[in-house]
């Protein structure tokens, strides 16, 4: 555990906090409260961020993962300039370009037989086994300790505090605050933090392979039909990341029917990568296909000390690497909340106006461009958008890369 206090643990304050918004957060009770006690539950960006980032604010940081690590998980493996700049606040800038060298440099979008291509500010692919592990080493090396195969179960929440049963402890414990980041997967908090948007819509597929021809180094593919769209990426060691959203109701019957429900999911990729001259992905892809719980989702963020970040708090199909910057951003934000708000303030109330101001500011793009891509009419009439104004795209491209 780091030790609290320590000055050089600590980091800039975030630059979300403006003298304005430091202003306007003291006047609903932001203060310089005394070491608060902290459970973060997930060590992807989101908990890894909000771990590190609260550590350096001197709180007292217990952090905790049901899986091992090192681990592959369905992911774009984008980080755009917003989400190296979030890196960079929390004092790791330099482990994602430790990992890969070369930046990105373009993206390419295939609809109904075009591409569109856009020139890309930078950003780099990585993947999430390599850039979770190298966080959680960076964690360690400031003082935190990640214990992993722990389930936390949240068991009630109090206006002193949020109590929770540890896998590994014979005793629940009382933490001032938690930080769920357990990202799609993550349950068990609905009570407190029920759904705004049930989840819905399409599910998330990805696979790494060995190679993939038409998919060129230092640049972002994606394709998109009506049944869904696909990523595609090199990563830092030269496989490229295959990452898709596919429509539930174009394959409802998928997991239902007979034959391997992984073997039908992996032929509507190809037959989205087809429409591109791609592929196809060889059939014993499908054994360690990975699949993620329907995508698109929102909850009430914040209740008493207890605090969702990342896609534990809701989800929106990223592109060009917001998704990752957003998780990034999220945790940060929320430890920063812990840390600036006194214990007599309602912390989840707090978080989930922060959150709210976040989400709007940094979201409404890839939320218009979801929308938008989830019937095959909006769609085509998408593609026709882009086809006819190929500067549009390339400027939201920009937009979502603004740190």
């Known amino acids: 555990m780091i030790q609290p206090n320590s000055p050089s643990n600590r980091l800039p304050m975030h630059p979300l906090r403006s003298a304005a918004g430091l202003d306007r957060w003291a006047a609903e009770g932001v203060g310089s409260p005394a070491t608060r006690d902290l459970l973060v539950v997930g060590a992807g960006l989101a908990g890894s961020a909000a771990a590190i980032r609260a550590a350096a604010h001197g709180v007292r940081v217990t952090w905790v993962d049901a899986a091992s690590f090192p681990r592959d998980k369905v992911c774009g493996c984008c980080l755009n300039l917003s989400a190296l700049g979030a890196l960079a606040e929390i004092g790791c800038a330099t482990i994602a370009h430790d990992l890969v ?10 609809a109904a037989g075009r591409t569109i291509d856009a020139k890309l500010p930078g950003g780099i692919a990585v993947s999430r086994a390599k850039l979770d592990w190298a966080l959680i080493e960076q964690a360690r090396s400031r003082g ?12 009630d929440v109090r206006g002193t505090g949020v109590d929770v049963r540890l896998s590994d402890e014979s005793a629940d414990r009382r933490f001032d ?57 090199r990563v830092e060691d030269g496989q490229v990341d295959v990452a898709a959203a596919l429509r539930r109701d174009a394959g409802a019957g998928d997991g239902e029917a007979g034959g391997d429900p992984k073997s039908r999911l992996l032929a509507r990729v190809n037959a989205i990568l087809a429409t591109a001259r791609l592929g196809p992905l060889s059939e014993h892809c499908a054994e360690r296909l990975m699949t993620t719980p329907p995508l698109r989702r929102a909850r009430q963020c914040g209740h008493g000390g207890l605090l969702a970040v990342g896609d534990a708090a809701g989800y929106v199909e990223p592109f060009t690497g917001e998704g990752m910057a957003w998780a990034i951003r999220s945790g940060i934000a929320a430890a920063d909340c812990v840390a600036e708000t006194d214990r007599e303030s309602d912390l989840g109330r707090l978080w989930c106006r922060e959150h709210a101001r976040q989400l709007r500011s940094r979201q409404w793009l890839c939320r218009a461009l979801s929308q938008a891509l989830a019937s095959p009419g909006g769609s085509r009439w998408l593609f026709r958008a882009m086809a006819l104004a190929p500067w549009a795209v390339r400027g939201a491209v920009r937009r979502l890369n603004r740190v």
């Open 177 to 233: 605050a938690v930080i769920w980041a357990t990202g799609l997967s993550g349950g068990g908090v609905s009570r407190w933090l029920p759904w705004v948007v049930a989840p819905h819509g399409p599910l998330g597929v990805a696979v790494l392979v060995d190679d993939l021809p038409g998919v060129p180094e230092r640049t972002i593919r994606m394709v998109c039909a009506d049944d869904g769209y696909v990523g595609l990426v």
């Open 101 to 110: 060298t070369d930046d990105l440099r373009a993206w390419q979008l295939t």
């Open 144 to 155: 935190l300790q990640l214990r992993t195969k722990v389930q936390a179960k949240v068991l």
